[in-house]
T-cell receptor, first 112, second 113 residues
Framework: EAQVTQNPRYLITVTGKKLTVTCSQNMNHEYMSWYRQDPGLGLRQIYYSMNVEVTDKGDVPEGYKVSRKEKRNFPLILESPSPNQTSLYFC???????????FGDGTRLSIL | QQQVKQSPQSLIVQKGGISIINCAYENTAFDYFPWYQQFPGKGPALLIAIRPDVSEKKEGRFTISFNKSAKQFSLHIMDSQPGDSATYFCAASSGGSNYKLTFGKGTLLTVNP
C-alpha cells in the first residue's frame, strides 16, 4: 500500500529538548515536504526536498532542520523546541514537483 | 504576505445543494492549482487540480473553474452530500526552480442532511 508514515503521531515534550519527527515514503517519490498546520493559518510549508541531498526552505523554516540522505526518508529536526512550535505537522511526498502530494496522517507536537 | 486568499472560512450547505469555495492569488508565476480535502484526524488528500491552460476541469461532482485574468479559481461541489463535510484547501505553486506550495487558510464545509 502506498503510504507516507510519520512517527511519532503524538509527542509532548519540554522547551529545549531536541526532537526528531521521522517521515518515510514507499512510493520512490523524489519530492518530499514538511508542513505545519495551525488553526486559522492553514498549512504552511516548512522545508521541501527535490531529491536526495537537495533541500530548500519553505515559508516558515525558522527553528527547523531537515536532511535527505535517502530517497525514502525526510526527518524533521527541532534542535531547541519552543512553545511556538506546538502544532500539527504533516509530511508529504510526490513523484516530482509539489503535486499531487500524498500526505501522512500527521504528528501532533506539544512543547511545554 | 498572503499569496493565496481563500473564502469563505466556513460554509453550511443543505444536502443536494452546490458548495462554492473561492481562491485568489497574486503571483502570476503560479502554474499549478490543486484542491485538497481534509477529514478530521487525517492528512489532506488531493481532490482535483488544474493548470492555467484550461478554464475548467471536472471530476465527478467536483469542478474547478479558473479565471487567469482575474487571478481567481474556485471549487464547485455539485449535489453536496454529508460525506463531503470536511475542510477544503486551495493551493498554488510555480515550477522552475521554486517548488514551494502555498496553501489557502482553508474552508470548513458542513453539509446538513
Amino acid at each position: 500500500e502506498a503510504q507516507v508514515t510519520q512517527n511519532p503521531r503524538y509527542l509532548i515534550t519540554v522547551t529545549g529538548k531536541k526532537l526528531t519527527v521521522t517521515c518515510s515514503q514507499n512510493m520512490n517519490h523524489e519530492y518530499m515536504s514538511w508542513y505545519r498546520q495551525d488553526p486559522g493559518l492553514g498549512l504552511r510549508q516548512i522545508y521541501y526536498s527535490m531529491n536526495v541531498e537537495v533541500t530548500d526552505k519553505g515559508d516558515v523554516p525558522e527553528g527547523y532542520k531537515v536532511s535527505r540522505k535517502e530517497k525514502r526518508n525526510f526527518p524533521l529536526i527541532l534542535e531547541s523546541p519552543s512553545p511556538n512550535q506546538t502544532s500539527l505537522y504533516f509530511c508529504a511526498s510526490s513523484r516530482q514537483g509539489p503535486g499531487p502530494q500524498h500526505f501522512g496522517d500527521g504528528t501532533r507536537l506539544s512543547i511545554l | 504576505q498572503q499569496q493565496v486568499k481563500q473564502s469563505p472560512q466556513s460554509l453550511i450547505v443543505q444536502k443536494g445543494g452546490i458548495s462554492i469555495i473561492n481562491c485568489a492569488y497574486e503571483n502570476t508565476a503560479f502554474d499549478y492549482f490543486p484542491w485538497y480535502q481534509q477529514f478530521p484526524g487525517k492528512g489532506p488528500a488531493l481532490l482535483i487540480a488544474i493548470r492555467p491552460d484550461v478554464s475548467e476541469k471536472k471530476e465527478g461532482r467536483f469542478t474547478i473553474s479558473f479565471n487567469k485574468s482575474a487571478k481567481q479559481f474556485s471549487l464547485h461541489i455539485m449535489d453536496s452530500q454529508p460525506g463531503d463535510s470536511a475542510t477544503y484547501f486551495c493551493a498554488a505553486s510555480s515550477g522552475g526552480s521554486n517548488y514551494k506550495l502555498t496553501f489557502g487558510k482553508g474552508t470548513l464545509l458542513t453539509v446538513n442532511p
